[in-house]
Nanobody, 122 residues
Framework: VQLQAYGGGLVQAGDSLRLSCAASGHPLSSYAVGWFRQSPGKEREFVGRISIGGNTYTEDSVKGRFTVSRDNAKNTAYLQMNSLKSEDTAVYYC?????????????????WGQGTLVTVSS
């Protein structure tokens, strides 16, 4: 499956943004989808994920602000980001994994989209 992440941009602190991860080549319904981000000088970190069955989990720093969802009919997953903070500034990546466990770890994801830059100005 090929993934393309898009929807990033420059926003103000407190704004909302929705990232999309469009899949092609294979039904996204067969994969769990994870979202990761990387800021300059930092390692890539887990943000959130949605399992094949639709169960979601988000990392503590974004819990209550970010929501992961998917629309299998559109072969697309989403990361809804609300109440954005300057520390959310990063390149965001989506990734797919054909498995049901260990989904908070980047190593289990076999397919990655290109990143989309989110810049939050304060």
């Amino acid at each position: 499956v090929q993934l393309q992440a898009y929807g990033g941009g420059l926003v103000q602190a407190g704004d909302s943004l929705r990232l999309s991860c469009a899949a092609s080549g294979h039904p996204l319904s067969s994969y769990a989808v994870g979202w990761f981000r990387q800021s300059p000088g930092k390692e890539r970190e887990f943000v959130g994920r949605i399992s094949i069955g639709g169960n979601t989990y988000t990392e503590d720093s974004v819990k209550g602000r970010f929501t992961v969802s998917r629309d299998n009919a559109k072969n697309t997953a989403y990361l809804q980001m609300n109440s954005l903070k300057s520390e959310d500034t990063a390149v965001y990546y989506c990734a797919a994994a054909a498995r049901t466990w260990g989904l908070e770890s980047a190593v289990v994801y076999t397919n990655w989209g290109q990143g989309t830059l989110v810049t939050v100005s304060s």
